[in-house]
């Protein structure tokens, strides 16, 4: 079983920068292809960054330039950097984990296995 914490949201003004963490459990975390997703009320969760077991990255085309995805897998640990914070960044934030062997990172959250809690990103104008 796999067990997903995140932490680092809160509210922030706009142009203004975060730095999200997820701390995941369980064994064999470096083989695990990782991801950020982000629901806002009124709209579905949609895709933000994800990261392959290997380390190669993709980040949707609406934070791309400004988000940045890492992991450092000695921590168990996934990081969301987020620069240049627009209000209509305003969400909560998930954390997942899938297992399927991937090269490429995974943007459909249907693949992910272990989702977090989420937690809370603002962005005031």
């Known amino acids: 079983q796999v067990q997903l914490v995140e932490s680092g949201g809160r509210l922030v003004q706009a142009g203004g920068s975060l730095r999200l963490s997820c701390a995941a459990s369980?064994?064999?975390?470096?083989?695990?292809?990782m991801g950020w997703f982000r629901h806002a009320p009124g709209k579905e969760r949609e895709f933000v960054a994800a990261?392959?077991?290997?380390?190669?990255?993709y980040e949707a085309d609406s934070v791309q330039g400004r988000f940045t995805i890492s992991r450092d897998s000695a921590k168990n640990t996934v990081y969301l950097q987020m620069n240049s914070l627009k209000p209509e960044d305003t969400a909560v934030y998930y954390c997942?984990?899938?297992?399927?062997?991937?090269?490429?990172?995974?943007?459909?959250?249907?693949?992910?296995?272990?989702w977090g809690q989420g937690t809370q990103v603002t962005v005031s104008s």
């Open positions: 990261i392959t077991s290997g380390g190669s990255t």
């Open positions: 997942a984990a899938h297992t399927r062997v991937r090269v490429v990172p995974v943007t459909n959250l249907e693949e992910y296995d272990y």
């Open positions: 369980g064994r064999a975390f470096s083989r695990f292809g």
